[in-house]
């Protein structure tokens, strides 16, 4: 797992001067501030060590020519900038044959390593070496099942044609000439213009009520179609054990979709069967990136700030403060004076007891069923597998009868 303990940032302004030849039209002419992170799991001299180094390999591409990033930024889900996960590590345990274990990831190769971080927006993750957990959007399924209603690449659904060109232009227009019918007949007639201002109020509630019924039928609709989500994913579960009785799975119901635990063994994030799954299983592309690239599996083990009830009763701030905060109060490589950065670690160590405190409140996911292939037993074959369910669902607070958030 690519999850760095340390981190450090590290900028310097350069001149293309420096090497360039002085008849050059360009001498004395280009100049660029590059600044890069550096990470480590040794020490934070070491993460800065190496932010100066990648500074020096990126100038060294500049002056060659290359069209480089000048300043790295922080990018949710790793988009693709070589960039480790930059979360604060929580804790860090592992799951063997002899049972969890805390401190040192340094073990067998087969063991379960865990660490569970806490992301950006101040929830903690469970983040897993070997352990497949799959993680389903609604948005997905429902772009999957009824890809005439909703867009590939977004939650709302499409309007479709027949909507836009018969139930919504074709009243609009037959109004207006009304209207200027109307108008005429009373510009003709000499009338008084009170039966115009009639005939458009009387309109205009006609739209009203024509839109408020297109409104209660798409709420039917879209109501019916999320209904059918878990039952989809259910039958995508049965029909995968039944082609594949060696393989089992647990389902979860997620505030915005489903979590797929795989449970009859341990694999990879990089082997070619977990990226069947993502695909079969039509896992969110994002957090299938992420997996790739980091080489672990994920798991939100606590609330979205946003969907706390805490935050609309402002007794929580909904953005975690110190966002972009690198785990070192006293980094030389700082933008901020030392005084700012403390009064900001101040502030986020208050908000993170808070939203701990309130969190426990709320479940992040809810247990659904097991399913298990013909030619799996019903006991999980690995201790270290069982144990981290034991501890996902505990952390999780599946069986409580709390708000999912």
Known sequence: ????????????????????????????????TIKRYGWSDVSQVEALAHAKARVKEA???WLEGEDIVRRERREEYNESNGIPIREQIISEQNFSESGPTSGSLESKVSDTQLVVTRNSYG????????????????????????????????????IPTYQTKSSNKLPVW??????????????????????????????????????????????????AEMNSLQPCIT???????????QESFRLYETPAGFRIIATHDTIS???????????????????VRLCQAQQCFRARLTAKPWRMDEVEGKKLAKDIPAKNFWFDAESMDADSSIEQRQNDLKARKEWINNYDKYAKNY???????????????HQLEHKDIQAFIDWHDKACQVDKELEMA
Not at 235 to 245: E, G, M, T
Not at 269 to 287: I, K, Q
Request: hydrophobic share 45%; glycine share 4%.
């Open 1 to 32: 797992m690519l999850i760095p303990k340390y981190w450090a940032q590290y900028k310097q302004r350069f001149e293309l001067s420096e090497t360039a030849d002085n008849s050059s039209d360009d001498f004395n002419s280009k100049q660029a």
């Open 59 to 61: 100038h060294q591409r």
């Open 174 to 223: 037959g109004f207006i000439i009304l209207f200027i019918f109307i108008a005429s007949v009373i510009a003709w007639l000499g009338l008084s213009w009170l039966w115009l201002l009639v005939v458009m109020i009387g309109a205009t509630v006609y739209l009203w009520q024509q839109a408020s019924q297109r409104d209660k039928a798409y709420m039917q609709k879209y109501t």
């Open 123 to 158: 929830a903690q993750v469970a983040n897993v070496n070997n352990i497949a957990i799959i993680d389903v959007d609604n948005k997905d399924l429902l772009g999957h099942l009824y890809p005439e209603h909703y867009s590939p690449n977004g939650f709302m659904p499409a």
């Open 235 to 245: 039958a995508l579960i049965q029909q995968r054990v039944a082609n594949h009785p």
């Open 363 to 377: 479940r992040a996911c809810r247990y659904v069923e097991r399913f298990t292939g013909k030619e799996t037993s």
């Open 269 to 287: 994030p990089s082997d070619a069967l977990v990226a069947d799954w993502f695909e079969y299983f039509h896992a969110d592309a994002n957090y």
